[in-house]
């Protein structure tokens, strides 16, 4: 499995990025895909995941804020982030998923390098 994140950056609050992650080393149409993040100090939190056929899930903390979204031809899983606030701040990973006991998990069984997002004036 290989994952490779791209698109962080540094950003005032109420701005925009697009981050991408290029998977490759599975069956990527037959996974769902989450996006991750990982704040300093904090845990690893599912931020969004998304079906082979589209069906998405949000955290609260990303709604109506994130989009995810992928494209199967491209093996590609794209995070749209609008209205950043500080808070957001943290390293982002993408991963196949599976919801399991209440929990998301990735299931890729590595980690990209991630991409980091640093939201601040």
């Known amino acids: 499995v290989q994952l490779v994140e791209s698109g962080g950056g540094l950003v005032q609050p109420g701005g925009s990025l697009r981050l991408s992650c290029a998977a490759s080393?599975?069956?990527?149409?037959?996974?769902?895909m989450g996006w991750f993040r990982q704040a300093p100090g904090k845990q690893r939190e599912l931020v969004a995941s998304?079906?082979?056929?589209?069906?998405?899930f949000y955290a609260d903390s990303a709604k109506g804020r994130f989009t995810i979204s992928r494209d199967n031809a491209k093996n590609t899983v794209y995070l749209q982030m609008n209205s950043l606030k500080p808070e957001d701040t943290a390293v982002y990973y993408c991963n196949p998923v599976r919801y399991q006991g209440g929990t998301w998990y990735g299931v890729g069984g590595s980690w990209g390098q991630g991409t980091q997002v640093t939201v601040a004036s």
């Open positions: 998304i079906s082979s056929g589209g069906i998405t």
């Open positions: 080393g599975f069956t990527f149409g037959s996974n769902i």
